[in-house]
């Protein structure tokens, strides 16, 4: 297959847009499709301090290094979790520090350990991802608002949207539905505004670009993600875009054109915040679902504040 636009060998065949590209081009495709979606959902300007969550993954830290190259000069910020199993947080932090060195970019890391004393091992749970999740949000939306960032970055794709916005549709999750958006603003001062820069971008486009600039990522995943609904919703969604290339895109696009269906519900839930007693983060009980988690009095999650959606296992 030959690049549509210089003729070069193709790397990747965009069957959705029924053309293949060279490196080269596929560069500037990568580029060009994050910096639309930063402009047209008006998440950030080059003014502005971004932050960027970074698991080491493929997806943050090929994001991480889309938005130096474009000049918004991001933070990274790695949250270990404490996850022990496999050396999982220990083998990730050290690939991300060895990006952040390697590009001369700076890097803020946060641990659980410093606010609840241990890892998120150790809450004696079968399943951890509903309060690893919740943890990890309260952690990078804090360590945004105190350190003066205006926006908050996370390397959510296309495909991690489509696969949310399909299980919070078989679920009619209508609050989840409301929230569900490329950018998201601060509509608290104790929460930051929050943008996913890569959704115009689908997995398989994302990974390519990791590894054709050569970035050494965290290839395994974390050791508790095995089993997670998201990722059968990914495969149906697959299947589904192998037989009608462009399904995926149009879902989650025709969505967004209808989200004004929902505005009513995400105003709803906004009434009656609180702040916690605690920490002072928006909470409908006297304290958020973090410092509960940290007085130990979590046998019960509660109501978490939204301020995005679930974490991406
Ligand atoms: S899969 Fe994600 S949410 Fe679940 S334990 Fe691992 S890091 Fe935490
Ligand atoms: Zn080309
Ligand atoms: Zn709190």
Redesign the pocket.
Known sequence: MKCKVCKRPAVINLRAQNRGLCEGCFDRYVLDRVEKAIKRFKMFTRKEKVLVAV?GGKDSLGLWDILARLGYNPTGLFVD?G?HRHG?SERSRKVVEAFARSRGLELIVESLADWWGKG?EEIGRRV???T??MA?RYLTNRTAVEGGFHVLCTGHNLDDEAAVLLSNTLNWQVGYLARQSPVLEAWHPRLTRKAKPLVLLTERESALYTILRGIEYMDE?????RG?TTLVYKRLLNQVEWRSPGTKQRFYTLFLKNKGLFEGVAREEREGLKECERCGQPTWEGLCAFCRFVEGSHGDRGREVPEGDQ???
Do not use: D, E, N, T
């Not at 995943?221 to 993600?225: E, F, G, I, K, T």
């Open positions: 698991s979790m996850i999982h998120i951890l991802c509903p690893c999740g990890k995943p974390c050791p508790y993600s997670a974490v991406r296992p």
